[in-house]
């Protein structure tokens, strides 16, 4: 079983136009446990599947890493299923692989961050690998009946001229249409990153007129603070409704440190940012939430447990139409997911 953290109640917000972010209870807070669990998995990406049941996609695991409910070797796109209904829980093992075979003929190599939604009657995956004859990383799409897969390849979904990143995909559905967010260096130069969000057709597939740009890495201080390397990251996009408002959660820093966090920015009120988002709470200079020790970057907030380099921070849907999060952390070797509800008190946005 899985590990908790019980926490007490969250003061239910964010009650514009009907719309809340955390789930109500009877008392009028949210009582939420966040879950963690001791399966290495990086870039975790949540939903409820259509049996009510939730999944947690992520990187590829190695065989001989993480235990498997059943069965051994590489999972490709690990699958962690895990709770029902309004309890989400998590898993300490997969039980499952949602592509197996790999990334599609157009790239090689391992897959990182998978985002899936579901749309209509499918579910849609877009994940990170490597093309063929440069190593560019690129954007590649997949297709399926279930959420637990097998996902068929669909081909490449976005790579960028000159040899620029695109990565970290994450997709959402508004007003029944499909709308993808992810880290788009393209807009930028040199060692800079940025973020963009694109509506897509029905076969999710790109329409490059309504993209735009969301954030930059120039637009922030904290994801160069005492940074190793020379690339300015801002990555792991995840764009959610709270009242009449879009916001952006987003990564930053090394992955591989205490230093990794999450920023919150405030995007306007439609999927497609108008205006460059607006990180929240001093988010020019700090991230938002974050590990709050003297290694971390003094973030607004921390997070259940504490644990270092929290970030790939997703918000997604609960069966009551509440929000929670799904995010990683770094032990100093591996990266684990957790599961939390998110939601809104007097300060801001908070998870429990």
């Known amino acids: 079983m899985s590990r908790r953290i019980l926490v007490g109640a969250l003061v239910a917000g964010v009650v514009a136009a009907g719309v809340a972010v955390g789930a109500a209870s009877a008392s009028g807070g949210v009582t939420a446990t966040a879950n963690e669990s001791t399966f290495p998995l990086a870039d975790p990406d949540t939903l409820r599947a259509e049996d009510g049941r939730y999944v947690t996609y992520g990187t590829?695991?190695?065989?001989?890493?993480?235990?498997?409910?059943?069965?051994?070797?590489?999972?490709w796109v690990p699958v962690l299923t895990h709770g029902s209904g309004n309890t989400v829980g998590m898993s300490d093992c997969a039980s499952g692989d949602a592509l197996p075979g790999g990334p599609g003929e157009w790239a090689s190599?391992?897959?990182?961050?998978?985002?899936?939604?579901?749309?209509?009657?499918?579910?849609?995956?877009?994940?990170?690998?490597?093309?063929?004859?440069?190593?560019?990383?690129?954007?590649?799409?997949?297709?399926?009946?279930?959420?637990?897969?097998?996902?068929r390849n669909a081909g490449g979904w976005a790579c960028p001229p000159g040899g620029r990143w695109a990565i970290d995909a994450n997709p959402f559905v508004a007003g029944g249409r499909m709308y993808v967010a992810y880290r788009d260096d393209a807009i930028t130069s040199g060692p800079e990153t940025g973020i963009s969000v694109v509506r897509t057709d029905g076969e999710g597939r790109a329409e490059w007129s309504t993209r735009r740009d969301a954030l930059k890495s120039t637009h922030l201080t904290w994801d160069t603070r005492r940074a190793a390397g020379t690339t300015h990251v801002i990555e792991n996009p995840s764009m959610f409704k709270a009242g009449d408002h879009w916001f952006l959660a987003y990564s930053g820093n090394?992955?591989?440190?205490?230093?990794?966090?999450?920023?919150?920015?405030?995007?306007?009120?439609?999927?497609?940012?108008?205006?460059?988002?607006?990180?929240?709470?001093?988010?020019?200079?700090?991230?938002?939430?974050?590990?709050?020790?003297?290694?971390?970057?003094?973030?607004?907030?921390?997070?259940?447990?504490?644990h270092r380099g929290p970030g790939g921070l997703d918000v997604f849907t609960a069966a009551d139409g509440g929000k929670r999060v799904v995010y990683h952390w770094w032990n100093g070797t591996s990266r684990f997911p957790m599961t939390g509800a998110f939601g809104r008190d007097s300060g801001g946005f908070r998870v429990r």
């Open 60 to 75: 590829t695991v190695g065989a001989g890493r993480g235990k498997r409910c059943g069965g051994v070797g590489k999972l």
């Open 109 to 151: 190599g391992n897959i990182w961050a998978p985002g899936v939604v579901r749309f209509g009657d499918r579910f849609f995956m877009y994940y990170t690998a490597s093309r063929k004859g440069s190593g560019q990383k690129c954007l590649g799409r997949a297709i399926s009946r279930s959420a637990y897969g097998p996902f």
């Open 254 to 306: 090394n992955w591989d440190s205490a230093r990794y966090a999450t920023g919150i920015a405030k995007c306007g009120t439609g999927p497609i940012p108008g205006t460059r988002c607006t990180p929240l709470r001093d988010g020019v200079a700090r991230p938002y939430f974050g590990f709050t020790g003297e290694a971390g970057l003094g973030p607004y907030r921390g997070l259940p447990g504490n």
